[in-house]
């Protein structure tokens, strides 16, 4: 049955590895999503900066995983904060340890796209960005 075509099973084969072999050899695509994680090397990611700071800026630095209320008993006036988030939301007791912290003469650096709730009202922020999408049809 296959007698005199067995060059087109060889072919599709053929052409199925070198299909497989160009797409394994492309590189990745960028990963766009914000995480902020220290892990992270995507173009949002927290690993350059993670990276950067213990590397020119301080040589003792430490992540936390708690909110400001319960950091505010450990800050002294050498302490400097640094808070990344796609969207910041603190409560009124968050926002009061912020300043007991900024009073003992502690430092506390804000980045977000979007800040909202207490921190909002009380600095009077408001942050916003806006997406301009282009589509364009091609007939």
Request: net charge positive; aromatic share 12%.
């Amino acid at each position: 049955m296959l007698k005199g075509n067995r060059k087109y099973p060889a072919l599709f084969l053929l052409a199925f590895v070198c299909i497989v072999i160009f797409q394994y050899l492309l590189p990745k695509p960028v990963n766009w999503n914000r995480t902020y994680q220290a892990r992270d090397k995507s173009p949002f990611g927290g690993y350059a900066i993670r990276t950067l700071i213990k590397k020119v800026y301080a040589q003792n630095t430490t992540e936390n995983k708690q909110t400001l209320y319960q950091l505010e008993e450990r800050t002294d006036a050498n302490t400097s904060l640094l808070i990344i988030n796609d969207r910041i939301d603190l409560n009124r007791n968050d926002v009061l340890a912020m300043f007991k912290i900024l009073g003992k003469g502690g430092k506390i650096l804000l980045c977000a796209n979007e800040f909202a709730g207490s921190i909002s009202d009380t600095l009077h922020l408001k942050a916003s960005y806006n997406m301009f999408v282009f589509y364009q049809t091609m007939d």
